[in-house]
Each structure stands twice: as C-alpha cells, then as structure tokens.
C-alpha cells in the first residue's frame, strides 16, 4: 500500500494562483516519478499527467498545464509542489497524485480545485 496525501485546492477566481502539494513516504519519494492528474466534472480521470517529476527533477508537462503550472521536488520535505497560475474555469478539476510501481497505480485521495467568479 502507498499513501500519497494532496493539500492545497480550494475555490479561487479566474487569474488566482494556487499550490498544491503531495506527500509521499520516503521510500518512494526517493524511488518513482510523481506525477498531478485531473478529472474534470462529469469526466474520467484523464490519462495524460498534468505534470510530473522525476528523481532527478526533470519535469514533463500535459497540454492542460499550458505553460501555467510548475511542479517540483522539495526531499526535505518528501513533497511535490504544484504551482499553478493564471486560473481559469476550465481548469475546475479533483487533482490527484500519483506513482507507478511495477506498473502498478497509486492514487492520492484527490484534492479539488474549483476556479469560479
């Protein structure tokens, strides 16, 4: 079993900023990509990532960051940020972290970001 915790969604106004976060045991912290998936109202979770990191810290990102968000590593704190900017309505989604092992899935418990005037 993997815990993966997310924090930071909330209800924000279209151009706001928010940070999510996602902690993960160190053992796997240290061991597997993490990556930030959505899905959106009414939709199944999409299968491109939103974003990810990789041990090393290089980053890959989904079309729907759109040069927007910015992940990154913090080992101090065995957590992934995800810094998103320039909120619109489209990007209303439950946010979730996740790891593959052994081409396993892992899934956070999903944190909800909601970009409403």
């Known amino acids: 079993q993997v815990t993966l915790v997310e924090s930071g969604g909330g209800l924000v106004q279209p151009g706001e900023s928010l940070t999510l976060s996602c902690e993960a045991p160190?053992?796997?912290?240290?061991?597997?990509?993490i990556g930030w998936y959505r899905q959106l109202p009414g939709k199944q979770r999409e299968r491109e990532p939103v974003a990810r990191v990789n041990l090393l810290g290089q980053v890959a990102y989904g079309d729907s960051a759109n040069g927007r968000f910015t992940i990154s590593r913090d080992p101090a704190k065995n957590t992934v940020w995800m810094h998103m900017n320039s909120l619109q309505h489209e990007d209303t989604a439950e946010y979730y972290c996740?790891?593959?092992?052994?081409?396993?899935?892992?899934w956070g418990q999903g944190t909800q970001v909601t970009v409403s005037a």
């Open positions: 996740n790891i593959y092992r052994r081409a396993e899935a892992f």
């Open positions: 160190t053992d796997i912290f240290t061991k597997y990509t």
